[in-house]
């Protein structure tokens, strides 16, 4: 595996992949989400706060072309003849009309190849209809097209619990009519949901390796201002893991992996001012350090407990 480490991880596979580095820019197409808008909830995910769903103000095709030059820009300041994933980030992209999913992938299409190697769409497993797959799979032609998809945890209960609003079937269906498409997928997974555990960890892991997604985010439970978690964190009725049984946790979670899924993030960050717990947050590299020396102790590696076999994506 790159770099030695005993799990895959995101940027030597990129360069391996692409055959140059590639940076992703963030970009804001003002999307909103069914479970704020009143079509499945309202208030969010249990977790979320108001910034992670987006403005719901629809950015218009120049502004979000503006972004993404911008942030072509910055990349090439920093990484002359890098390459570009562009990833529309807030939260579900393809919860629109389907002319304005066309009008936000045109802004794409003037990059595509260079610097543009690769469009990431985040959406909902129950956002995402046919035909915004055939929209992605035509674009899928000229550069791979993955969506991000959130599973968050492989339980109904769980997922009903932190109102969700979407089950764990809804998300096997999405990343099976996607790969069908032609489309890579990025599962999300959050360790220490309430109710969830260690026996969570490796159940969500679990379910991911079964589903075949190439990539793998996953990070801890952070409880943010402006959350439902607030006021329960505020009554005493939440905890969140400490850094030693994440990493341990972790490291349950990536034994399950498929050897060959790709872990794209490992450990959460949100801004001092706006976390209320946990009270730790190392950078990623520790994380990454501590995760190998975790494994290394076990003497064991990503996908050294996969349970079933891999149904590869693209
Ligand atoms: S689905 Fe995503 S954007 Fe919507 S409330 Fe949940 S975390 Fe926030």
């Known amino acids: ?20 580095p590639v940076h992703r820019v ?16 309202f208030g969010g995910c249990v977790y979320c706060d108001v910034e992670g769903s987006g403005t719901g103000a629809l950015r218009t095709g120049a502004a979000l072309a503006a972004q ?16 570009v994933i562009a990833y529309f980030q807030s939260y579900s992209n393809t919860y629109v009309e389907q002319e304005r999913l066309r009008e936000v992938l045109a802004v794409v299409q003037p990059h595509l190849g260079d610097p543009v190697v690769c469009v990431s769409v985040a959406t909902r497993p129950d ?13 899928a032609e000229r550069v791979p097209v993955w969506v991000e998809l959130g599973l968050e945890a492989a339980s109904d209960r769980v997922l009903e619990e932190i109102r969700r609003f979407h089950t764990v079937a809804d998300f096997e269906d999405a990343v099976e009519r996607a790969h069908a498409a032609g489309l890579g997928v990025v599962g999300h ?18 379910a991911l390796a079964r589903s075949g997604v190439t990539g793998v985010k996953v990070h801890n439970l952070m409880v943010l201002r402006r959350t439902q ?26 034994e399950r992996l498929a050897p ?17 717990a946990p009270n730790w947050q190392v950078h990623k590299n520790e994380v990454r350090e501590r995760l190998a020396a975790e494994l290394g ?16 994506g693209r």
């Open 127 to 139: 956002t995402l209809p046919d035909w915004a797959l055939s929209e992605l799979s035509r674009l």
């Open 26 to 41: 963030a970009l804001d197409a003002g999307s909103t989400c069914p479970n704020r808008d009143g079509a499945k909830g």
């Open 189 to 206: 997974a959050i360790l220490g949901l309430p109710g969830d555990g260690r026996d969570g960890a490796r159940r969500t892991a679990d």
């Open 260 to 276: 060959d899924q790709v872990l794209h993030r490992l450990t959460g960050d949100a801004p001092a001012a706006e976390r209320l």
């Open 229 to 254: 978690l607030e006021k329960a964190w505020n009554a005493g009725e939440l905890e969140v893991l400490d850094v030693d049984t994440y990493v341990e946790w972790l490291a349950d979670f990536v």
């Open 1 to 20: 595996m790159p770099e030695d480490l005993p799990f895959n991880t995101l940027r030597p596979w990129l360069l391996e992949t692409f055959g140059r």
């Open 68 to 83: 993404l030059e911008a942030g072509i820009a910055r990349v090439s300041r920093r990484d002359t003849g890098a390459g």
């Open 297 to 312: 102790s076990r003497g064991t590696r990503q996908g050294g407990r996969t349970a079933t076999t891999h149904a590869s």
